[in-house]
């Protein structure tokens, strides 16, 4: 943006990379934090860095972690032997919210979309894939967001895991297409998981 200063743009165009902020809502923002007293803006900037220090992936589900495993992984009273593929570290959030499930997780952080340039390869299709081969796994249940792209990822996956001969299933259709996993209430979560059907 013109006739700004540079801190001032470099500020809103970062704020405007962000889902669901577009430029006037950024620019927004940054003349509240400019109008604000400093500890807001410096708790902004150490909050945001220490978000990148802090926090990893889990080196088996690829959910969100503190450490070398997720809490999910690490309790021994999960069962491993299912694993609920979800498209974002969210949709962990609103099964466990939702208290809909007590296997783990896998996380794929996104689903195909070929017209954005997202491959399998984008994806964490292959750690998925590695969990399988290690044996142990039983069920795997496609829980992706009833949109197209949802579709052809769950497809995808399922062509995938053909060779292991476990059992694939996917969440129920309580969920209207094109709505969002991670927004949908806590009964129709429940629901959801617990009507599954083989896919
Ligand atoms: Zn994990």
């Known amino acids: 943006m013109k006739n700004f200063p540079s801190s001032i743009s470099r500020m809103i165009d970062a704020f405007a990379s962000l889902p669901g902020i577009g430029e006037k809502t950024a620019t ?21 860095t220490s978000l990148k220090k802090d926090l990893r992936l889990c080196a088996c589900c690829r959910n969100i972690a503190t450490s070398e495993q997720c809490e999910i992984c690490e309790d021994a009273e999960r069962d491993a032997s299912q ?12 099964f466990e919210k939702a208290g809909a499930w007590k296997g783990s997780y896998h996380v794929l952080h996104g689903v195909l ?14 750690d998925l894939l590695r969990r399988v081969e290690r044996g142990g796994v039983a069920e795997i249940i496609l829980a992706m967001n009833p949109s197209v792209e949802g579709e052809a990822t769950a497809s995808y996956i399922t062509k995938q895991l ?7 299933t996917r969440i129920a259709r309580g969920l209207p297409t094109g709505s969002e996993l991670s927004y949908a209430d806590e009964v129709t979560l429940a629901a959801a998981m617990k009507g599954r059907r083989d896919f």
């Open 28 to 48: 927004r923002l940054v003349f509240h934090l400019v109008r604000s007293p400093e500890n807001l803006a410096r708790e902004l900037g150490e909050a945001a």
């Open 162 to 168: 053909q060779p292991f001969q476990i059992k694939i």
């Open 83 to 94: 694993i609920c593929v979800v498209e974002e570290a969210l949709d962990v959030l609103a």
């Open 113 to 126: 979309n070929p017209l954005e340039g997202i491959g399998p390869e984008s994806l964490t299709i292959v």
